[in-house]
């Protein structure tokens, strides 16, 4: 399975009247998640979130594209 670069936000249930209301649903919770956490507590819950999203995703394939993608142009 290749890694899905398109916007592919959604909830269960729910309807959206706008296509770019849950990648901001997203956005809100992950601003959220860091919110009155020092520097180096985000990193870690980054980290944390990181690990337990690549173990959900599971297929090592797709993790590796991740990687190159995310690493582009550093």
């Known amino acids: 399975m290749p890694l899905n670069t398109e916007p592919?936000?959604?909830?269960?249930g729910r309807v959206?009247?706008?296509?770019?209301?849950?990648g901001?649903?997203?956005y809100e919770l992950l601003?959220?998640?860091h919110r009155d956490?020092?520097?180096e507590l985000s990193a870690a819950v980054n980290?944390?979130?990181?690990l337990l999203l690549?173990?959900?995703?599971g297929d090592i394939a797709v993790l590796?594209?991740?990687?190159q993608i995310a690493r582009e142009g550093f």
């Open 24 to 26: 901001d649903d997203f």
């Open 47 to 50: 980290a944390r979130l990181i």
């Open 64 to 67: 590796r594209e991740a990687m």
């Open 37 to 39: 956490l020092s520097d």
């Open 8 to 12: 592919n936000f959604s909830e269960a």
């Open 54 to 57: 690549a173990n959900h995703i």
């Open 31 to 33: 601003i959220e998640t």
């Open 16 to 22: 959206y009247f706008q296509a770019y209301s849950p």
